[in-house]
Structures are given as structure tokens and as C-alpha cells.
């Protein structure tokens, strides 16, 4: 019978294997202790048998079956004919008539940026477009210092921060600004436009929450972006909107495990030149346990008594906000961007901001630059009182404007001009931007230049209302502040002068 | 010893003063003295700077040749020269990449596991018994800790072991020699103080290829220059109103330089990258990348939107079958066709000293139709003849990349980074990149420094320096690599890459390396895991045109020591040419170093 000649094959291989098995030495110990632990056991070794399987079938399965679920099996020619159809779109869209007209009006500087400058053009304007709002540009002990920086320690630092890239005059400067705005330590970057947006992902992860302000600006959002917590927007400068969110995302993660929460904001928006209301936010964030990522990019050196930032200027601690991001390259005239808080927080930026621990340390002359400005800032405040000055005398003008306003703080020396919106029902004013570039032309071709707030749509999570910026300094007198004033306002009259009204 | 090397060094110095061969000027073969003491040639007025000749020497006191040779070597035989030479339209051929002895790579995965441990264990009784040093790990008074202890544990309980071979501080200028600022730690590395003193190192560590990192000289006269008539800052971004005539006049020589219409640059080279991306492509689009890649081609790419895959490192093979895979399919789920791909390379891939195989990129390009885009932040200036990069090394017309992009970072002394291409293409990213439209732009003394530096490449200014520059730099890099393969080191990338990691494995070697040759007085740069994998740590050199063959040999040496004390020569010698066999002993790798460095491999 086959069945049994089959027993009987199996018998005599299995005796076969067993008498070579016991020829190897100590397979008696191995024999004797599996005999011994599966007596009387079948349940244990079937479990042990489904194991084994399920290893061999683990080891053995395809890697990345599970990420090819809908994959296509096609043939090389079939492949072959799809590469050859396939067209793609051109790599960048060339632009159109207006978007060139664009480009080419970007103002070009012949030499320094001061406060009156020479175009390419020829012509000579005042400069309210440029963040030297305190005049620091050209200033000579700044000057000097950056030469002496340049002659000791070369242009750049040649290397990431991580990898002797850190100068002493980097240490130096970081002391400075944590001296500056009385916060125990800070971190500089290479960049003010990519420090946030290192700052935010070091420490917000996946799962994490943020509460932002709907205005902030790009980098902030990019920060955000990159950082992949969860974001919930609140409307622009709305403090009872601000709880409202506080409390649905209370609500919304009781009990689940706890997560860092941060608010983040701008101080002085770079986007409306509005100042956020710090101790109504400071008193959210302890109410619901958040901590609080303050943007002062625009404010540093701009808002405030000594320049000190919006903690200045409601005249809290600095240590009260748990982040403080600040550019050096505004009314400091240098470069790079910087991060203030506590010990902890900047140390481990150190290892964790993408921005500083992959990116060449800034030029030791910049940190220079910005030490010294800071130190002219605590010096002279007068020139604080001067620039208030200025704004105030510019403002008194073009708030008296028929068809455009100004959402911007009535102290801050960045001012935004807004088309009224009355204006924009009772005239035709199909592209708000070509509008305000035209009065931007105007204004330069009478010797003033300003700028339209520029952006790029694509990349801006909500719309951007299209103004006007302008930035005051105290490199004009205030009668030159007056009179570019005058000048603007002449300019949107004459503009609109040639806009049709719409009949209703 | 070290001190007698800064002798040395001097002495040669001297030497060549004497003899009219300044340090960093017209020292090479072709100008030969026709121009003594007296005739200093008049200021080329090239642009808007006016350039100094930079080699000025002439009137100089021995302790000012001495500070300008501490930052650029003399060369010390015109021998030591090299042009690199790419066959034209050859495909790059891969280095071999050798295996360590199976035993090391077990300790190292052992070393691993007890740093491991060690570190659970202390964080599991650290949070209870010692809460105040662990107060930012544990959740208090309704705040969820401020980092959490799985994504810090790296940080905390393996590279802060070695925090002192990071971030050691510096002063004065990192060219040839890097002075240190020592410091001494009391508590294992949490906190540092400073001594006072300095220690002088010879620099292997900064990205400073061409030597024209340099406080003195036409790059340090074309800042200050700068400086007086520009300030620090053009205050306001590039679109608004940031623009001057500097920017364009040096993006336009950038431009001119790299072989492409229009270029346009960023005051961060990190960010020029981030910033990149976003503009180019977006959802609905495929970014290809290397695995290699850098973090901010990462950074990028992940803001852009666009789908992102990766390809094993120069791995051509798998490169186009990703590429057919992922033309053929589509897009995930509909299966849509994409609408474009970009894909990403760098051109010399800092972490490996491997360069792109450009070649069979372009090649395939045709086929395939993709864009592509090469990071040239550490290739540019440093690689080929004339120190344009790869397209340059390769004999590729520039033209068939269509962006080339690059930081000033590294060759040039300055800051920044650039994008190339044609001028259409740059216009519309006028509008669309937010580094261009946010971001502060670069400072107007960085510009005078590209300026000169780009110009003296050129050989616009002080003839012949530019070309010693780079010949120097491929000759170093040649002579190093060489000499440490014959060691019996292991060395990854290609021979004529600036960029040599010498593989350690161990996470203990790497801060013994760095301690010991700190001890030497030689400043390197350790790295692992994450900007390497896991069981690769090493040390990399970058070298630099402002060493000489004595700094070199100084290095070998050093090397040559350490590496018994820590047990390093274990290649296999598969990676060497002509069939020699590794662990030569360190005075027959210098004495037939020179003329083995500069021959061709068979």
C-alpha cells in the first residue's frame, strides 16, 4: 500500500536525521531539554510552530507591498510609450505683459539706501520703503566697527555654527541681545526670514497644537507648515476670537494625552503695522496653559522706549513670552535673525533649529554691526522720541486722506495705507494692486519713494489686503516727513482723479 | 611638532618675500617679475568697486607676512599644482565605497546598544529621582514638557558626551589656521568656561576651499570698500526696495560665471533652497530626489507641496527605474499624469565627498524629460578646471541644466546663496519666491567679497592667483586622499573632491579623533548620525588651497599616529588603484606622495 510505504519512508528518514542529530556533540542536552518542556504540552507547541510561520512569512513578504496598493503592472513598451507621451509643463511659467512690467519697476539704488537715494533712473527720492527707520545705515561708529570686524575675521564665518563657526564676536552679540531685552539667553541666525520658521518646527511636532493670529506673515506660516502640529487660526487681533479658539480646542482634546500648545503672533504685523494686544494674550495663555511664540521681527528696535519691542511697550518682562524671534536686519541695519527665552529654549536650538544647525553661522561683521546698533539704541533713545515724531507729523497728513486709510497702530512708524472701502464701491477700480502701483509711480516720479506691500498670493494662507507701505525715519527732518506726506496724499488725489466713478 | 611647523611656515614665508613670490599674489609660473617693488599696477576699475591688487606685499612687515601666511599658506613648491581632467562626456564612475572588518561594525552596533541602555536607565530614575534637572521631559503644572525625551534622546544621552568637539568657539579669521578659544568643562560637557587662552589649529574643518577666507588681501579691501560707500545693509527686501546697483551688477558676474542668462541671491545659502522650491513646483508635481540630499533641499521640497521621492545615493539604475515607475503611474491614486518633475541633486554631496554623475542626469534628461536642479553649494569654485562647478569638472554645457543653484558660503569667503538660469525663468521667480520678495537681501560687503573673490577666479584681477588658488585646491585634495588611503585608512567620494571622510564607525573614536588631533593642534569635524547613518560616523576633511604640502604632511603624520592609537587602518586596500596594498608607512606615502597625487588612474 502506497499510504503505508509512505509511513514507512518517513519512519526511516526521521530515524536516519535522528541518529545524525545525536552524533553532533551536546545535541543530547538540546534533545533532552525540549523533550523535557513540551511533555504533555501540545497547545504550547503548536503556538510555537504558528510562530515560527509567521517569522518565516514576515521575513519573507515584500517590503513595500502595503505602499503599492493601486500599482499598475505594465510593460516595458507600454512604459516606454507613456515616458514618450508624457509633456510636462514648463518648469517656471514665462510672464505676461504686466507681470514683466512688474519686475521691471522694482526700484534699483545707485549706492547706500539712506534716507535720500538716487535711482537708476536718475532720479534723486526720500526713502520711506527701507527698514533704516532710525537712520543707522551709514552711521560711522557702526561703520568702523564693521571694518574692524572685516579686518580681524574675514567676510564669512565659513561654516555652520556647530562646526567652528562660531566667532567670538557671535557670543558676543547673542550676550548683547539677551542683555537688550533682559532675557536670559538668545541664538542668532543667519537669516530674520528663516528664523521663525527653524524656531517653530524645533519645538512644535506632529499631534502638537498651534493657536496663530490669521494675519502673520509668511514665515511664520511656512514655520507652521513645516512643523506639521495641528493649526487653528483665530481672526486677526480679535482677543475674544483668540478664547473662543482657547476653548474649542480645550474642549476638543479633553481627555486626550497632553500636547505642547503654542499662540503664535506677530508684535508689530509686518502686514497691517497693528500691534498685537500682549497682556490680553499673556493673560489667555496662562488661563489655558499655552505657551507664547512672539514674531517681533518689525518690532525690535522699532516700538517701544528704547527699542526694546512690544514687551517695552506695555512695559511686561520679556521673560513673560517663552519665545521671542526678532530680526537684526531692520532698524539694526546688519543681518540674520534671533531667538530670545530661557536657557533651555535656546540651547536646544542649538541642536534642533534646522536653520542654524544646517546653514553657515552669520558674518561676524553683522553680529558686530547689530551689537553696536543695539548700543547706540540704549544710549541715544532720543532717536525713539524723533522717529514718534515723524510718524506723527506724516500721519496727521494722510490721516486727513479722502479715499484711503490706515489700519496701522497710530505709533508705528511702518504705516499702511488702505483703500477706503466706500471708494471701492463708488469707483471702478478693477485691480486694487495697479491702482496703488500707479500711485507708488507717481509718488516716485515727485521724489518720494514708497512701495505696495508686496506678496506673493500662492504662498499666503489668506488673502492679503493689497496698501500701501511705508516706513518713516529719522533720516528726513520732520518737515521732509511732512512733505513726503503731502506728496503721497497729492499722489492718490491725482490717481484717482483719473479713476471713473461708478453710476449707480 | 606643530610649532615648528608654524615655523616653518614662517621661514617659507620670508623666504618668499624675499624672492618677490607673495604670499597670495601673482605667484605663479606665467607673471614672472616683470613688475618689482615700485610698479604697483593701477586699481582695475572693473565695476562699481575699485580693486586693489591684493598682493601688495611688497612694503610688508615680517610680522604682516607672517598674520597673511597664518591665513594663506606660500606654496611651497610650484610643483604642487593640479588641473583636473574628466574625460568629456565619460559617465562618472562610482568610488569604491569599502566594507570595514565585520568585527568593527559589531562593536559598533554594541557600542550603540550600551549607549542606549545607559541612557533609558538614567533617564527612567533621572525623571524620578532628580526631577529638577529633568524638568523640561516631564509634563508640570498643565504644560506638556517643551521637548520630548524620545526625539532629544540622541541629543542628550550620546551627542552631548562629546560637546566638546562641537561649536568650539573661534576668533579671528578661519583660513589655514583656525584659532580655538580654549575652554575646559567641570561637569561632562553641560557647561564650558573659557581659559583665556587660544590655540592656533590648522583648519580642516571650515568650507573655505579657495583660501579666500582672509582679513587682508582684494576680498577684505573690496568689503571695506563696500562697507564706506554702501553701509551694512540695503534695509528692506530685494522687490521693495532692497535692490542696488552692487546686487545686480554681482548677480550679473554670477550669472557670467556659472554659464547661465540670469542668477539671483538670497542672504542665506539654507535659505535659498527653502526658498526655491515653493516657486517651482507645487501640488500635483514630483520632486525626485537624492537620499543624500541636504536638509534644506528637504526643507524645500517638503513646503513646495510636491510629491518627494528619493533614490539610492548616485545610484543610476535605481534612478531610472523611479523614474519610469513613476512616469508610468502617475500620480498616486488618480493616477493622473504629473505635471512636471523636477529632480535634485547636489554636485558634491558634502557629507560623502561624492560628486552627481552629471552625465548620465543629462542624458537621461533628454529621454525623460524632467527638470533638473544641481545644489552646487559645495562644488562651486571648488570643482573643475576653472572652478565652476560641476557642469565645469564634466565639460557639460551649463545650458543643460536648468537651475543651477549655489551657495558663496564656501569657496568664496562670503555668505548667501545664488539661483542660475535662464533670464525668464529668474524674472518669474522675481515675483514668486518669498525669499526674494520677504527675506532681507544679501549685505552689500558680502557682495564686494564675491566680487573680488569671483573676479580673482577669473583672473580679472591679480592675474595668476586665481588660478593658483584652484590648481592648489586639487592638488591638496589629491595629495590628502592619497596619502590617507595608503595609510590604510578608509575614505569615501571621489578622488578629486575636496570633501574626504575618513570613516571611523565607533561613536567612541569620533570624540577621541577629534580630542587627539585638537592635542596636535589640527581643527576637524566630526559627524554622525543624523547628518550620516547610524553606523558611519567619521571625520571629514575639507581642504583648502590655503594649506601647503608641509600642512599636509603635518595632518598625515598626526593621522597616521591616531589612527594606530585607534586602531582606524583597517582597509581592505580594494579601494586603491595600480593594485597597491594599503598601511604604507607615513614616510614613504610623503615621500612619493607628490608625483602619485597627480597621475591618472589607469
Request: aromatic letters at 8%; glycine letters at 6%.
Amino acid at each position: 500500500m502506497a499510504f503505508h510505504d509512505t509511513l514507512v519512508y518517513i519512519n526511516s528518514t526521521v530515524e536516519s536525521i535522528s541518529a545524525q542529530f545525536i552524533r553532533i556533540p551536546g545535541s543530547a542536552i538540546v534533545l533532552r531539554y525540549v523533550r523535557s518542556s513540551y511533555q504533555n504540552d501540545p497547545m504550547r507547541s503548536f503556538l510555537e510552530l504558528c510562530l515560527f510561520l509567521f517569522a518565516v512569512r514576515y521575513f519573507l513578504a515584500s517590503k513595500y507591498s502595503f505602499a503599492k496598493k493601486d500599482f499598475i503592472k505594465l510593460s516595458t513598451k507600454e512604459v516606454d510609450d507613456l515616458v514618450h507621451e508624457w509633456t510636462p509643463e514648463p518648469l517656471v511659467a514665462p510672464l505676461d505683459e504686466v507681470d514683466q512690467a512688474e519686475v521691471d519697476k522694482i526700484p534699483v539704488i545707485i549706492g547706500i539706501s539712506g534716507p535720500k537715494v538716487k535711482l537708476s533712473t536718475g532720479k534723486s527720492v526720500m526713502n520711506l520703503a527701507s527698514f533704516n527707520m532710525l537712520n543707522l545705515l551709514g552711521n560711522e561708529q557702526i561703520r568702523e566697527r564693521a571694518i574692524k570686524t572685516v579686518r580681524e575675521n574675514g567676510v564669512g564665518a565659513c561654516g555652520p555654527s556647530g562646526f567652528y563657526g562660531t566667532q567670538e564676536v557671535h557670543i558676543q552679540t547673542e550676550k548683547d541681545i539677551s542683555n537688550f531685552l533682559r532675557v536670559p539667553a538668545s541664538i542668532i541666525y543667519a537669516q530674520a526670514f528663516n528664523t521663525i520658521s527653524s524656531t517653530i518646527p524645533a519645538f512644535a511636532k506632529r499631534g502638537d497644537i498651534i493657536v496663530a493670529d490669521s494675519a502673520i506673515g509668511v514665515a511664520i506660516q511656512k514655520g507652521i507648515l513645516i512643523s506639521r502640529s495641528t493649526i487653528r487660526w483665530f481672526q486677526h487681533n480679535d482677543m475674544d476670537d483668540l478664547e473662543r479658539v482657547l476653548q474649542q480646542v480645550h474642549n476638543d482634546f479633553k481627555g486626550q494625552p497632553l500636547t505642547r500648545r503654542f499662540i503664535v503672533t506677530e508684535g508689530l504685523f509686518e502686514n497691517g503695522g497693528d500691534i498685537a494686544d500682549l497682556p490680553k494674550i499673556l493673560e489667555l495663555k496662562y488661563k489655558y496653559k499655552y505657551r507664547l511664540i512672539l514674531d517681533e521681527s518689525c518690532s525690535i528696535g522699532v516700538v517701544g522706549k528704547t527699542g526694546r519691542g512690544l514687551t517695552e511697550y506695555y512695559n511686561i518682562p520679556a521673560t513673560e513670552v517663552d519665545m521671542i524671534v526678532g530680526s537684526l536686519a531692520t532698524t539694526m541695519c546688519a543681518g540674520g535673525g534671533f531667538c530670545a527665552g530661557s536657557e533651555y529654549v535656546v540651547q536646544h536650538q542649538r541642536i534642533s533649529g534646522n536653520g542654524y544647525v544646517f546653514s553657515a553661522a552669520l558674518p561676524g561683521y553683522l553680529a558686530a554691526t547689530a551689537s553696536e546698533a543695539m548700543s547706540i539704541m540704549q544710549s541715544s533713545p532720543e532717536i525713539f522720541t524723533q522717529l514718534l515724531a515723524n510718524t506723527r507729523a506724516f500721519r496727521a497728513i494722510v490721516d486727513k486722506m479722502n479715499y484711503m486709510y490706515s489700519p496701522s497702530d497710530p505709533d508705528s512708524p511702518l504705516i499702511h495705507l488702505q483703500l477706503n472701502p466706500e471708494v471701492l464701491e463708488s469707483r471702478k477700480i478693477d485691480d486694487e494692486d495697479k491702482f496703488l502701483q500707479d500711485v507708488v509711480d507717481e509718488c516716485i516720479a515727485n521724489g518720494v519713494l514708497i512701495s505696495r506691500n508686496k506678496v506673493v498670493p500662492s504662498q499666503e494662507v489668506f488673502p492679503v489686503e493689497s496698501t500701501l507701505k511705508i516706513m518713516i525715519t529719522t533720516g528726513l527732518t520732520k518737515r521732509e516727513t511732512e512733505k513726503a506726506a503731502a506728496v503721497v496724499k497729492a499722489a492718490v488725489s491725482k490717481v484717482m482723479s483719473k479713476v471713473p466713478k461708478i453710476k449707480h | 611638532m606643530p610649532s615648528n611647523q608654524t615655523k616653518l611656515a614662517s621661514l617659507f614665508a620670508q623666504a618668499q618675500a624675499q624672492i618677490q613670490l607673495p604670499s597670495s599674489g601673482s605667484a605663479t609660473m606665467n607673471s614672472t617679475s616683470s613688475s618689482p617693488v615700485a610698479a604697483e599696477p593701477p586699481a582695475p576699475s572693473l565695476g562699481i568697486i575699485n580693486y586693489t591688487s591684493g598682493a601688495s606685499t611688497n612694503n610688508l612687515s615680517p610680522e604682516e607676512i607672517k598674520k597673511r601666511s597664518m591665513q594663506f599658506a606660500p606654496i611651497s613648491h610650484q610643483s604642487h599644482r593640479y588641473i583636473p581632467h574628466h574625460p568629456k562626456g565619460q559617465p562618472l564612475s562610482d568610488p569604491v565605497e569599502e566594507e570595514p572588518p565585520l568585527f568593527f561594525l559589531l562593536t559598533t552596533y554594541i557600542s550603540y546598544l550600551i549607549l542606549i541602555i545607559f541612557g533609558h536607565v538614567r533617564d527612567f530614575f533621572g525623571k524620578r529621582f532628580k526631577k529638577e534637572k529633568y524638568f523640561h521631559l516631564v509634563q508640570q503644572n498643565g504644560y506638556a514638557p517643551l521637548t520630548s525625551d524620545f526625539d532629544s534622546f540622541y541629543v542628550r544621552r550620546l551627542k552631548a558626551r562629546l560637546d566638546d568637539c562641537f561649536a568650539r568657539p573661534t576668533i579671528g579669521v578661519p583660513g589655514r589656521y583656525v584659532t580655538l578659544l580654549d575652554r575646559v568643562t567641570k561637569d561632562h560637557c553641560q557647561t564650558f568656561s573659557f581659559t583665556g587662552t587660544t590655540t592656533d589649529c590648522l583648519n580642516l574643518s571650515s568650507y573655505n576651499y579657495l583660501g579666500f577666507a582672509q582679513s587682508e588681501g582684494q576680498c577684505a579691501d573690496a568689503a571695506e570698500e563696500v562697507i564706506r560707500r554702501y553701509g551694512t545693509s540695503s534695509c528692506s527686501p530685494r522687490s521693495v526696495a532692497g535692490t542696488t546697483d552692487l546686487h545686480i551688477e554681482t548677480e550679473d558676474l554670477v550669472a557670467r560665471f556659472v554659464g547661465k542668462e540670469a542668477a539671483m541671491m538670497f542672504s542665506m545659502g539654507y535659505a535659498t533652497n527653502a526658498a526655491a522650491f515653493p516657486s517651482l513646483v507645487s501640488k500635483g508635481c514630483l520632486i525626485i530626489s537624492d537620499e543624500l540630499n541636504h536638509a534644506s533641499i528637504r526643507f524645500g521640497a517638503r513646503l513646495s507641496g510636491a510629491v518627494i521621492k528619493t533614490f539610492k545615493h548616485n545610484d543610476m539604475t535605481d534612478f531610472e527605474r523611479l523614474l519610469r515607475e513613476e512616469i508610468s503611474q502617475g500620480q498616486p491614486r488618480t493616477h493622473r499624469p504629473w505635471k512636471k518633475i523636477l529632480v535634485v541633486v547636489e554636485g558634491l554631496f558634502s557629507m560623502e565627498g561624492t560628486m552627481c554623475n552629471l552625465p548620465v542626469l543629462v542624458a537621461l534628461k533628454k529621454k525623460y524629460k524632467y527638470y533638473l536642479f544641481v545644489d552646487e553649494a559645495h562644488s562651486i569654485g571648488a570643482i573643475g578646471p576653472n572652478g565652476r562647478g560641476v557642469c565645469d569638472y564634466f565639460g557639460i554645457d551649463p545650458g543643460e541644466v536648468d537651475i543651477l543653484m549655489g551657495t558663496l558660503t564656501k569657496s568664496f569667503g562670503a555668505t548667501g546663496g545664488y539661483l542660475a538660469a535662464d533670464k525668464a525663468i529668474i524674472d518669474a521667480l522675481k515675483l514668486a519666491n518669498i525669499g526674494y520678495v520677504y527675506a532681507e537681501p544679501m549685505s552689500p560687503p558680502v557682495l564686494g567679497q564675491i566680487e573680488a573673490a569671483l573676479r580673482t577666479i577669473i583672473g580679472e584681477i591679480v592675474p595668476g592667483e586665481g588660478e593658483e588658488r584652484l590648481q592648489r585646491l586639487s592638488f591638496n585634495a589629491r595629495y590628502l586622499r592619497l596619502g590617507l588611503k595608503r595609510l590604510g585608512f578608509i575614505t569615501y567620494g571621489h578622488d578629486d573632491s575636496p570633501i574626504i571622510p575618513l570613516m571611523l564607525y565607533a561613536p567612541a573614536k569620533m570624540p577621541a579623533f577629534s580630542r587627539e588631533m585638537l592635542k596636535r593642534k589640527i581643527a576637524v569635524v566630526v559627524v554622525s548620525y543624523p547628518a550620516t547613518p547610524l553606523l558611519t560616523a567619521r571625520v571629514r576633511f575639507c581642504v583648502s588651497a590655503s594649506l601647503n604640502k608641509d600642512d599636509l604632511d603635518t595632518i598625515l603624520r598626526a593621522c597616521d599616529e591616531i589612527g594606530d592609537l585607534l586602531m582606524l587602518k583597517f582597509s581592505s586596500g580594494t579601494g586603491m588603484e595600480h593594485g597597491e596594498k594599503p598601511r604604507w608607512k607615513v614616510e614613504d606615502v610623503i615621500r612619493k606622495g607628490v608625483m602619485d597625487a597627480k597621475r591618472d588612474v589607469l
